[in-house]
């Protein structure tokens, strides 16, 4: 490791002191004693791009002290533990930033990890995998300390409930009074309402609601976990956000590659249930929740619960289905599929703060460009001596990526004698303002959340209820082919019915002007 053990509790202590003050947060970072990390699914490919690089990050600032912690790997594919090292290693540097350095810490991380073959549905893998993780914990816990285990599901959502019962059969934290077990699960958690709910259900017979953590890694982006503190921390927005201001938001995810061998999977969910019913909708909460009682995370929860309560049914005529030309072309993908790769649609929230703001989600994959942003777009001026709308209108938004920003478009005067207007900006762009900062990664950043017992940034049982309940009846629509999706070419913008969608919504696009992030 790049840093000792002392460096290792100040950052602990600092990041504590920079938290909110989460009183659960608190105490659990205080914990100590053994810590196995448990990455079911091991031979897949979230684990090796995204868990074990974000595992090795946290090992790398500190948090997963070598004293402390073993990472097991668990699957059904026979390998050994180096086999599984060789398979993560080439993915926890990026070969740009490969240095002497590094090459150690890498060595002294997968020094951390074992891997234990088992199916997920008898009992002798889960047996053997309690076997090694009390072993770890009783060579670590002869001094006094506690027993934490946290399981990170990186498996398809078929097999959690037979892996669900084996855990909570054969591999529970063994002290009843100290330590802990925590699940993570990924996405899609169910494909529609009733099935979401069914298995909500198989878990949470198993756990308790504190012992699962519904990851949505868009709630790790740094921006994302921003937007709380930009709008209630700021005077500025307070009085402009709302119905009275605000003519239209958009929440846009863009991507400039397709499936990419992911198509067997996608075909089966479509991009509203891979992106928008569950990243761009708790993008949305945050946009739209009103102010939680204090930091506290069920607070927070409970007042993302109540947005998406609030909106109103979809309507087909606000909505636009595209799937890019080619897509079909993946031997995986069925030649009639009618899967939507594209979609926009238009959200409305029936309450006193939003009735009449629509918000528009749309996300694309193979278009021309990846990025996603907030856009809040303002009403225009009344009583416009300026003749500011030919310029556009004010716009508030915050680009979560690439080149995180936040910027606020607006009216200036144009520098010279004469008295013309122009629009420009203010910028915050973070790569210029933060500069040698490192943004964490979301994985590495809600991982940590998971170790510390936070689960703010995770989805609650009833906010996945409720988004389910939003898109199911439109989903199915889909399904039986109700709604076709447009074709539409690689590398543009989507289908034109979409922008004529966003126009019809209230949008104005403002011509003339674009915004260049800084370069340094
Ligand atoms: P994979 O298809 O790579 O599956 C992970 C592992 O699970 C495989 O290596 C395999 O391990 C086992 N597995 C695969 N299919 C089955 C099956 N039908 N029955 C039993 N075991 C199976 O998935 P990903 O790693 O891509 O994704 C894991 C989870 O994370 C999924 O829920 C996915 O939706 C979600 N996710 C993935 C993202 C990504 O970028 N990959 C992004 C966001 C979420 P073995 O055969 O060795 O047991
Ligand atoms: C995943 C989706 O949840 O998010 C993928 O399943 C998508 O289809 C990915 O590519 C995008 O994540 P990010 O962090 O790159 O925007």
Redesign the pocket.
């Known amino acids: 490791m790049a840093s000792g053990d002392v460096w290792h509790m100040e950052k602990r202590s600092s990041v504590r002191n920079d938290s909110f003050g989460d009183k659960a947060d608190t105490e659990s970072s205080l914990e100590s004693g053994s810590l196995s990390i448990i990455v079911l699914?091991a031979?897949?490919?979230?684990?090796k791009?995204?868990t074990f690089p974000a595992l090795f990050n946290l090992y790398r600032q500190g948090f997963l002290p070598p004293s402390e912690v073993h990472i097991f790997g668990y699957?059904?594919?026979k390998m050994t533990d180096d086999e599984l090292k060789d398979r993560i290693h080439g993915y926890l540097v990026p070969s740009k930033n490969a240095t002497p350095e590094m090459s150690e810490d890498v060595s002294n991380f997968l020094r951390l990890i074992q891997y234990v073959s088992g199916s997920?549905d008898t009992e002798e893998g889960f047996q053997l995998l309690d076997k090694e993780i009390s072993k770890y914990e009783y060579e670590q816990n002869r001094q006094e300390g506690i027993s934490r285990r946290l399981f990170y599901l990186?498996?398809?959502?078929?097999?959690y409930p037979p892996v669900c019962r084996m855990i909570r059969r054969y591999c529970m934290n063994k002290s009843e009074n100290v330590g802990w077990t925590r699940m993570v699960v990924?996405?899609?958690f169910g494909r529609d309402l009733q099935s979401a709910e069914q298995l909500s259900s198989q878990i949470g017979e198993l756990f308790n609601e504190s012992q699962i953590y519904r990851i949505d890694h868009y709630l790790g982006k740094e921006l994302v976990q921003n937007l709380l503190v930009m709008r209630f921390a700021n005077r500025f927005f307070l009085p402009l956000w709302n119905r009275d201001n605000i003519d239209n938001v958009q929440i846009v995810f863009r991507e400039d590659f397709g499936t990419d061998g992911r198509g067997g999977?996608f075909d089966q969910y479509g991009i509203i249930r891979d992106i928008i019913q569950n990243h761009l909708l708790q993008v949305l909460c945050l946009v739209a929740m009103e102010k939680p009682v204090s930091l506290t995370p069920e607070y927070i929860r409970d007042e993302k619960v109540k947005v998406l309560q609030a909106v109103d049914p979809i309507k087909d005529e606000e909505v636009v289905l595209g799937q890019y030309e080619g897509y079909k072309d993946d031997p995986t993908v069925p030649d009639t599929s009618n899967t939507p790769t594209f979609a926009t649609v238009v959200l409305r929230i029936h309450n006193e703060r939003w009735e009449g703001v629509p918000f528009i989600l749309k996300a694309g994959k193979a278009l021309n460009s990846r990025k996603a942003e907030i856009r809040v777009q303002f009403k225009d001026v009344p009583g416009d001596i300026f003749k500011c709308k030919r310029q556009g209108r004010n716009e508030f938004v915050m680009r979560l990526q690439p080149s995180e920003a936040i910027y606020m478009k607006l009216t200036v005067k144009q520098p010279g004698l004469e008295m013309s207007t122009v629009q420009s900006e203010l910028d915050l762009s973070y790569k210029q303002r933060y500069q040698g900062v490192v943004i964490p990664e979301a994985y590495e950043r809600l991982i940590l959340d998971t170790i510390r017992g936070d689960q703010q940034h995770f989805v609650r049982r009833d906010e996945l209820k409720a988004a389910w309940e939003i898109f199911t009846p439109l989903l199915h629509r889909i399904d039986e082919g109700l709604l076709k999706s447009v074709p539409y070419k690689p590398g543009t913008r989507g289908p034109a019915e979409a922008d004529a969608l966003l126009e019809k919504a209230g949008y104005v696009q403002t011509h003339g002007y674009i915004w260049i992030p800084p370069t340094l």
Request: charged share 25%; aromatic share 10%; no cysteine.
């Open positions: 699914g031979s897949g490919d979230l684990a791009k995204k699957a059904r594919s997920y990186a498996l398809p959502p078929s097999v990924e996405k899609p999977y």
